[in-house]
C-alpha cells in the first residue's frame, strides 16, 4: 500500500480510475483516491443500476471525509454491433473465401451468419472493409443491398457468437445514444454525476443530442473512435465540454500506425479550444495480472504528459485487475517524474496557441506571465462557473492553479481539468476578501510559504460567466497589490 497522498497532488496531469469487480468496495475505492486517483469512471457497459449506485454513494462519503470535490465521470456503452449466433458456436473462415452476412435470424455456419443491424447494410457500398472480434477478422465487402452483404474473407479466422463488428469506411445512420444509453443517463443524472462520456461519436449532432438529453446538467466528453469523427475534429471538440481519445477502437478501425499520430494531433485540438483532454486505453494494461507496468507502458502514459494531456485514464488494470492501487501509484509516479523534467514545461508553452482578443484571454495569458516572473506559488482562480479556471488550465502555467468556488458542482467537474486544486465554499462577501481567502486557501492546501506571492484572477460582478477582468497580486505573510 502507498503513502497517503495530501489532497494537493504535486502534479498538474490528472488520473481517471475505473471502477468495476475490482475496485467497486468502499475501502478500495479510498485507497484508489489515496494513491492518486483524481476521477471516478463508471462504465455502463457493466454493472447495474445498483452496482454504480453504491459506487456514487461510497465516492460521496469519501468527499465528505477527505472534504474535497471529486469527481464522476459516467461512461455510456453506446451502440454495440455484433453478429449473431451460429448452429455450432462458432466457424473458422479461410482467407479468400466468400461470406454472407444478413437480416436473417436463423443461425449461422460456415456459409453466412446473421448481422440484425439494417442500417449497416443501408450504409455499406461494395469495397467496403468489416472488421469483426476487434479486427482480428476482416472483410471486404463484393456486394451487398439493404438485406445483406457479400464479403471475401481478406484475414480469416475463428468467428464466434455475437462477436463485435466494426464499420470503419463508412458514416452509420444511427443515434449515438441507445435506449439503454438514455435509461443510463438518466439514472446518473439522478445520482448526480459530474460528466457523461458519449460513445461512438460521429457527427458534431450526436454531441447536440447527449446535450439536449442532459439538460446541461452535466459536462460531456466526446469518445473518438470512429475515422469519420476524425473529418469533423474541430466541430466536435468546439462542441463538447471535454474529449477523450478512445485508442482501443481507433486501433481497430484505423492502422495502428496512425494512432499515435491522431493523439497528438486531437490533443493540439483541444488545446487550442481550452478543452480538457483524456488519453485512455491500455495504459498499463500489463498490471491487470502484474504488480509493475512494462517500460513501454510507462514511455507511453509518459508521451500522454509531455503532450499536454488533462487526464490519462485506468480501464480495466482498476475495473477488473489484480493491482488496482498499485496501477493508480504507478501512473501517479510516472506523471510526477515527467513533470519533473526540465524540458516539460518548454513543451507546455511550445504548444500555447495565440490568446484570444477577449478581455478574459488577455487577463488570464497576463496572469500566467505575471505569476512565472515572480515565481508565485499559484495562481488563483474564482469563479462559479469554471470558466476562469479552464481558460487559466489552457495557459498552462508553470505554477499550480488553485481554484476557489462557490459551485459545488464546478468544483467536481474541475477535477478531470489540467492542474487544478479545487476548494469549494461561498467564502467570498466582497472584492476585498479575494486575497485573505487566496492565501488562507493555499496554506490550506499546502501551497507556498511566507514571501511567495499568489497571482488573483476573477470575474467583476461575481457570479457572472465569462466575466474574468482582474489579476490582483498578493503575498502569503505580506503586501497586497493590484492591477
Known amino acids: 500500500m502507498t503513502d497517503i497522498i495530501s489532497s494537493h497532488r504535486g502534479r498538474r496531469g490528472k488520473i481517471i480510475a475505473t471502477l468495476g469487480p475490482a475496485s467497486r468496495d468502499s475501502d478500495t475505492i479510498a485507497m484508489l483516491y489515496e494513491a492518486g486517483a483524481d476521477v471516478f469512471r463508471l462504465n455502463f457497459s457493466h454493472g447495474s443500476h445498483a452496482d454504480h449506485a453504491a459506487s456514487v454513494a461510497a465516492i460521496r462519503a469519501l468527499e465528505k471525509e477527505f472534504k474535497r470535490p471529486i469527481t464522476i465521470l459516467m461512461d455510456l456503452q453506446g451502440p454495440k454491433l455484433r453478429v449473431g449466433q451460429f448452429a455450432d458456436g462458432k466457424v473458422v473462415l479461410q482467407q479468400g473465401a ?111 443530442e447527449v446535450r439536449a438529453a442532459s439538460g446541461g446538467k452535466v459536462g460531456i466528453v466526446s469518445k473518438l473512435e470512429k475515422p469519420s469523427a476524425l473529418d469533423q475534429l474541430e466541430a466536435i471538440v468546439e462542441i463538447s465540454d471535454a474529449v477523450m481519445v478512445a485508442r482501443g477502437d481507433l486501433g481497430v478501425e484505423m492502422p495502428m500506425e496512425q494512432v499515435p499520430v491522431l493523439q497528438k494531433r486531437i490533443v493540439r485540438s483541444c488545446r487550442r479550444h481550452g478543452k480538457p483532454v483524456v488519453v ?167 501551497i507556498g510559504q511566507d514571501g511567495q506571492a499568489l497571482v488573483i484572477t476573477a470575474g467583476m460582478p461575481f457570479g457572472k460567466v465569462g466575466s474574468t477582468n482582474m489579476v490582483r497580486v498578493v503575498w502569503i505573510g505580506g503586501e497586497t497589490g493590484a492591477a
Request: aromatic share 4%; with cysteine; proline share 5%.
Open 98 to 208: 466468400t461470406f454472407r452476412l444478413d437480416l436473417d435470424s436463423a443461425l449461422g455456419d460456415g456459409k453466412r451468419v446473421s448481422l440484425p443491424h439494417p442500417e449497416i447494410f443501408a450504409a455499406l457500398t461494395a469495397g467496403a472493409a468489416l472488421l469483426v472480434d476487434d479486427g482480428h477478422l476482416r472483410f471486404k465487402v463484393l456486394r451487398c443491398d439493404k438485406d445483406f452483404a457479400e464479403v471475401e474473407v481478406v484475414i480469416g479466422g475463428v468467428i464466434s457468437d455475437r462477436k463485435g463488428v466494426n464499420v470503419p469506411d463508412v458514416t452509420l445512420p444511427i443515434p449515438a445514444m441507445t435506449d439503454k444509453d438514455k435509461a443510463d443517463l438518466k439514472f446518473g443524472l439522478s445520482e448526480g454525476v459530474d460528466w457523461v462520456a458519449l460513445s461512438f461519436v460521429q457527427r458534431p449532432e450526436d454531441v447536440a
Open 280 to 446: 485512455a486505453t491500455q495504459m498499463l494494461d500489463s498490471m491487470i495480472k502484474s504488480p509493475v507496468p512494462t517500460r513501454a507502458e510507462a514511455s507511453d502514459v509518459a508521451t500522454a504528459v509531455y503532450d499536454g494531456a488533462d487526464a490519462v485514464m485506468l480501464s480495466a488494470e482498476t475495473a477488473s485487475g489484480m493491482f488496482p492501487v498499485r496501477a493508480v501509484a504507478a501512473m501517479h509516479r510516472i506523471i510526477k517524474q515527467v513533470e519533473s523534467d526540465e524540458h516539460y514545461l518548454t513543451l507546455m508553452a511550445a504548444g500555447r496557441g495565440e490568446i484570444e482578443h477577449s478581455s478574459p484571454a488577455a487577463i488570464t495569458a497576463a496572469a500566467r506571465q505575471i505569476a512565472h516572473t515572480l515565481g508565485a506559488a499559484a495562481i488563483v482562480t474564482f469563479t462559479s462557473s469554471g470558466s476562469t479556471t479552464l481558460r487559466a488550465a489552457q495557459e498552462r502555467p508553470d505554477v499550480p492553479i488553485l481554484c476557489i468556488t462557490p459551485s459545488l458542482g464546478a468544483g467536481r467537474r474541475l477535477g478531470l481539468v489540467w492542474g487544478v486544486h479545487a476548494v469549494v465554499g461561498d467564502f467570498i462577501h466582497s472584492v476585498d476578501d479575494i486575497g485573505d481567502v487566496a492565501v488562507k486557501a493555499a496554506k490550506q492546501a499546502g
